[in-house]
């Protein structure tokens, strides 16, 4: 497979287009091209995919179903997951070979037009042309590669037959002058002195008329040189310059850069450009490897830069940064420039610089600099050197004006970090040959978080004894404090030179998001701990590159970074208790909206916090949520934790999310008060907890505790709502008619105390109950009132609830009107509502379009991991099968039924399918084995209180009977099925 991306989006198999996929994904798709084998974080991605347009209500969610979507069409092994992000194990073919043949031209200058023609010959028009305005900087090395094209066939002679080109590329770029001037020189060249002159003079009107613009320099100069005839003749020096000496300043190559190839080799890239003057700008965190990286990359480029290779440390991070027109003196003095010839002035000096630069190539090494003030002056001018920057701040400045390029060093992986570990220790297969070495090694790869220089720091302090020695210490004493080998030497040293520099207000809040206890962090809860300054705090540190951003208005502090501030810091309760504040009102705030008619504690001592997108914050903060229970239970506020776990109850029920709900209900159960309330609602949570992950009966037990400390707390809406949640426990250990009777007696609560509100959910539970005992009357009339109080009569699952009991009743007409409509729901409403479809055209003996959707609703069921509706769905598949006389087929649904159900405990559906299988074996011929098989089916179906499957297994009985010779047996399973028939009204759909 390949990519192309220099023209519309292409996808190529086996040499041959293949349809584009829709446009999000083309987007996604270019945006993983133009960044190839690097982690694109979710929340560009995000930025990308929605650029100006309306969030989806959980943006990382549909980030997930495209890449799961684009990753059918590309492959998993090209489309990966990575933490934070994703990567794109592969290039765009074309892109590959357009820089390919501009490094040949480069290379060959003997077949600079032919590598510069096949260069752009990879062009198919307007790059990307999904999402084009991401391809600017792709533009603008088209039109680079133009102008050196055209440079080129100039030289040669080839003026004439380049007039019609230049015109056109003239008018279509008006504000790329160099075009204009090379039309300008064509002309010239022609013997056309005057159309040269009139091509100036029309340049520069509609310069004036569409932007209103003079010409530059460039054309001016070039304009008076044709006026004079003087195109061609060199202008003599006005003063003859001092011999130019070549440098060679770079530092010692270190042997054991690890992790860092595909990073060397794009800044390589992009400072061998010839285009301009390539400016890269290496920034990270303290530590990092920033020169290391800039030092190697300058080794591979040196044959490149023949005029010089020049290292000058600018100190910015220091209390003395060196100033600009003191570095230039030495710059100019190491030239060849005669000392007394250098200018006294800053601006004077930076043109007497350029100046020197002028025509040779030069790489220009700046490390350590402070701001982009400190930098600008020391830039060349034209073409043909190049600037390697390393900084702490990421230099904006630069980027915006000076077009450099801004790349981040990060930390290293776990697998690099070890590599370095084990080839300092001059062991580079220890880790192969030592178990506990490698052991030992992954633990203090972890405890440096991967910061290349605290692992030099404890590779050189291992020497002197051992690995596990060394992390052993680290654990008692701390790992800052170890990774020292002297006062220079040290990882705090780095990171305090970049402390120093702040400004009282910024080195406080970074002492207090030092103490901040979980992963990551938003700017909500950077603005509770800091107050009002988080923004200039936030930017300010993210400047000195003791923070990162991640995702949208996002920060992580590296693991060391946060130790040397936690050292630093004094406890400040106030801003602590501010935080735990934000939490618990952003978390209140954020369940309210998503589940409204929730049950829990009011929250009456804190105030509620807006958020934009509350799935969004939840789904972000979860682990800070967590962590920052975790420390309150220690530090305080004591509420904090059992708050948190009350009101996180509905939200982590609703998306199953066991390990933190059992994390949380431990922390809570932990720090609530002996009053009732508080520990009802604990004994709330351990139950709906118990439900979770299967335990009915201990579900029952704290419910029934929880009820007993809501009714001596006055809290009825918690006693209704108890009495519901008992009911449901009750239908998960097949207790149907015990689950109907205790949520009957909670909605009654519910209607005594004026909660109508909250009287949705629960209709709908007992909708199902009802359902199942072979009450459909009752199932349409509870259906029908959770439906009236439900906003705008809109409740996709009770409608497929009372669809389900319209068809029992053989009442088709209504059953089709409940079902005329897809949900817009989540995606389980959806499958309910397949399988409820599936089950009327089965009914209808369409075949056919039933089995679509089952089978529709089973490849949901896959792709959201529903165990329970992968089992209905294939329950459903099986039936369908069965009544097609396909009994080879239903079997193999019924018995991977069997077994899931088996495991899961779904006491209702493996009774059920027990009751299949039986029919598909008396349907294969096989009666007597399907008399004992319907026979253990009808005992499971009557302890489960399922009607409808009762009534079959009776009715299958009743066939076996006969044809085996067994009359009176026979009319007695038949009478019983009768019975529930007049009974129920049940109207069987064979």
């Known amino acids: 497979m390949e990519f192309r991306i220099l023209g519309p989006l292409e996808i190529v198999v086996d040499g041959r287009p293949v349809p584009t996929p829709a446009p999000r994904l083309c987007t996604l798709l270019t945006t993983l091209l133009l960044r190839p084998h690097r982690v694109v974080p979710v929340g560009e991605l995000i930025d990308r995919l929605w650029a100006d347009e309306t969030l989806p209500a959980n943006p990382t969610s549909s980030i997930h179903t495209y890449v799961r979507r684009l990753r059918a069409i590309v492959g998993a092994d090209v489309l990966q997951t990575r933490p934070g992000g994703y990567l794109l194990d592969a290039e765009a073919a074309d892109l590959v070979a357009f820089r390919s043949y501009l490094a040949k031209a480069a290379e060959e200058p003997a077949r600079t037009v032919e590598h510069l023609q096949r260069a752009l010959d990879q062009w198919r028009g307007d790059p990307l042309a999904v999402e084009h305005h991401y391809a600017v900087g792709l533009v603008e090395e088209r039109l680079t590669a133009l ?41 010239y060249r022609c013997g056309r002195q005057a159309e040269a002159l009139a091509a100036y003079d029309e340049i520069a009107a509609r310069l004036v008329d569409q932007f209103g613009l003079d010409p530059g320099d460039e054309l001016r100069e070039l304009r008076q040189s044709i006026l004079t005839s003087t195109l061609d003749a060199p202008s003599p020096p006005s003063e003859a310059p001092g011999e130019w000496s070549r440098q060679n300043q770079l530092p010692l190559d270190i042997r054991s850069l690890v992790g860092r190839d595909d990073l060397v080799d794009e800044v390589v890239k992009l400072a061998a450009q010839t285009s301009g003057v390539p400016i890269v700008v290496l920034t990270g965190t303290p530590g990092v490897g920033k020169t290391a990286l800039a030092v190697r990359v300058a080794h591979q480029l040196a044959s490149s830069f023949t005029d010089g290779l020049w290292f000058v440390r600018l100190r910015g991070a220091s209390d003395q940064p060196r ?177 120093d520099l702040l400004d009282p207000a910024i080195q406080r809040g970074f002492r207090l998001l030092s103490l901040f206890p979980g992963p990551e962090f938003g700017e909500g809860a950077a603005e509770a701990l800091i107050g009002p300054q988080y923004a200039v705090v936030l930017t300010r540190l993210e400047s000195a590159g003791l923070l990162q951003p991640v995702g949208r208005r996002r920060y992580v502090m590296h693991d060391l970074v946060k130790e040397y501030g936690v050292h630093l810091a004094t406890p400040e309760l106030e801003a602590w208790n501010a935080l735990c504040a934000w939490y618990i009102g952003t978390a209140d705030f954020a369940v309210h909206v998503l589940s409204p008619a929730a049950v829990r504690l009011p929250v009456t001592s804190y105030q509620r916090v807006p958020v934009d997108d509350p799935t969004d914050w939840l789904e972000s903060e979860l682990v800070n949520i967590e962590a920052v229970a975790t420390r309150a239970l220690v530090v305080g506020p004591s509420d904090t934790a059992w708050l948190l776990a009350d009101i996180l109850r509905p939200y982590v029920y609703q998306h199953s999310l066991t390990d933190l709900w059992r994390k949380l209900v431990e922390l809570g159960v932990t720090s609530a008060p002996q009053a009732p309330l508080a520990r009802g609602a604990m004994e709330h949570a351990l139950g709906v907890l118990a439900r979770i992950t299967g335990d009915a009966e201990s579900a029952t037990v704290h419910g029934e505790k929880a009820i007993e400390l809501y009714r001596s707390g006055g809290f009825v809406l918690g006693e209704a709502a108890l009495l519901c949640n008992l009911g449901l426990a009750s239908n998960d250990q097949g207790q149907l008619r015990k689950s109907a009777e205790l949520l009957a007696a909670g909605i009654e ?64 007409d209504e059953a089709a009107a409940d079902l005329a409509s897809p949900p817009h729901g989540s995606r389980l409403d959806l499958i309910a509502w397949k399988l409820q479809l599936a089950e009327f055209h089965r009914r209808l003996h369409d075949h056919a379009t039933a089995l679509q959707h089952a089978s529709d609703a089973l490849g949901d069921s896959l792709e959201v991991s529903s165990n329970y509706h992968e089992c209905f769905s294939r329950l459903v598949i099986g039936e369908i099968h069965l009544h097609d006389a396909d009994y080879a087929a239903a079997r193999s649904s019924f018995e991977q039924v069997d077994t899931a159900a088996g495991k899961s405990g779904y006491g209702t559906i493996l009774a059920d399918v027990h009751y299949w299988l039986a029919e598909c074996t008396f349907r294969e011929g096989r009666t007597a084995l399907a008399h004992e098989l319907a026979s253990a089916a009808l005992i499971e179906l009557e302890a489960v209180e399922y009607c409808v499957g009762t009534y079959h297994a009776h009715d299958l009985l009743a066939r076996c009977d006969t044809a085996l010779g067994r009359d009176d047996e026979a009319a007695i399973h038949a009478a019983a099925a009768t019975r529930i028939r007049e009974e129920t009204g049940y109207l069987p759909g064979w």
């Open 749 to 812: 609560l519910f209607r005594s105390i004026g909660e109508v509100d909250r009287l949705p959910t629960a209709l709908l539970n007992q909708s199902l109950n009802y359902l199942h005992l072979g009450r459909f009357r009752d199932t349409i009339e509870c259906a029908t009132e959770c439906l009236a109080l439900t906003a705008a009569g809109d409740s996709p699952v009770v409608r497929v609830n009372r669809a389900a009991a319209y068809l029992d009743l053989g009442r088709y």
């Open 147 to 187: 102008e050196q094209y055209y440079d080129a066939r100039l030289a040669q002679g080839d003026h004439t037959d380049l007039l019609p080109e230049l015109r056109a590329s003239s008018a279509r770029e008006p504000l790329r002058e160099r075009f204009s001037a090379q039309l300008m020189i064509a002309l």
């Open 323 to 499: 100033r600009p027109d003191d570095v230039l003196v030495d710059l100019l003095r190491s030239s060849g420039d005669d000392p007394r010839a250098i200018p006294d002035d800053l601006d004077a000096r930076a043109a007497a610089f350029r100046a020197r630069l002028a025509g040779r190539r030069v790489l220009l090494v700046l490390d350590d600099a402070r701001d982009a003030t400190q930098v600008r002056p020391l830039l060349p001018g034209t073409p043909g050197s190049a600037v390697l920057i390393t900084s702490r701040s990421t230099l904006g400045g630069l980027v915006a004006l000076e077009g450099a390029t801004s790349l981040s060093v990060a930390t290293l992986a776990p697998d690099d970090g070890a590599s370095l570990v084990t080839s300092l220790l001059g062991r580079p297969d220890a880790d192969a040959a030592d178990d506990d070495l490698q052991d030992a090694v992954a633990e203090l790869v972890s405890m440096c978080a991967g910061l290349p220089l605290a692992l030099r720091i404890a590779g050189a302090v291992a020497t002197h004894g051992s690995v596990p020695g060394l992390v052993s210490r680290m654990r008692a004493a701390g790992t800052l404090s170890l990774l020292t080998i002297d006062d220079d030497t040290a990882v705090s040293a780095a990171f305090t030179t970049s402390y």
